[in-house]
DNA sequence: GTAGGCAGTTAGGTATGCCTATTTTAGTGT
DNA sequence: ACACTAAAATAGGCATACCTAACTGCCTAC
């Protein structure tokens, strides 16, 4: 019974001298800064590194770091010691790790009944584990009951 | 609207001198090596570091490596180009994950419908992410409807 | 009894993601 | 104008979890 190969695996046999620029899925964390930033942005306008560290509970110097790397694949715009901004494709990816957050949480609630607070920190975990047609399956069950 | 503390966040606040031989829950990768073990020790008896390798799907070191944290714990036993095997208490934690495992299984095969395959590498993956209470939650949704 | 071969270990390295401590910068108040 | 402060960036580290390459030890076949 063979298991498939992790997903964090180092596969250096095809080299990639580039940085992962578009292509290469976000990784979980990157998500999460995106998605942060897309928060921070609707309650106070503007993102600043702070309250994106005080949002996913992270230290200011990572956030400057995973902002580095956003930027590099152009989800973000960042100037020195300035605001972040979600690029066009950043806030299609934020608005999209949201929506999959939400059916998460709406099926965690409605469906199995857990409490909203615990179904909160659920679904940041689940989000980053479900393929998009396995949260199909979710979302679909959770529609087809409502009916 | 702020967020817990990630998970694997780095707290040198309470200094720990001593590895973590008990308490401090298993990290997801260590898990995925109690429940391999426990596998191979069925299908093979005895246990070595080539199955476990190839039901995992990593290298013989990174096995050798884990190993070795586990013997630290007293999950495992294992003389150095021996057999492998579960202590007691490695014995409980397999089987316990393995457990946890089965449940997410069913409940994806058996509520949602996601076919076969698809389901068992979800539940390699939520097993790690579902705390032991928000696990029942799907149980029982499973079990009351069921009935 | 010894030579190979293969399982297992060690050595060394990469990637991610986080941290603290320290420095730099920009904006503000006087 | 300039000093101060608070935010942000660098520098340097640690933990986890992988990898490849190279070495070691065991066991078997001759």
Known sequence: MKVLAREGAHMPGEVQALPPSQAEPLS??????????????????????????????????????????????????????????LTEEGFRIALEVERRHLA???FLTGVLGIPEERAESTACKLEHVLEPDTLAYFVSYAKGRRR
Chains 1, 2 share one sequence.
């Open 104 to 106: 998460i949480k709406d």
């Open 28 to 85: 979980a964390s990157l998500e999460d800064y995106l998605e942060a930033i897309l928060q921070v942005e609707r309650s106070s306008r503007v993102a600043r590194v702070s309250e994106i560290a005080d949002q996913l509970g992270v230290s200011r110097p990572s956030v400057t770091g995973a902002l580095k790397l956003l930027a590099g694949r152009g989800l973000v715009t960042h100037a020195r010691y300035g605001h972040v901004t």
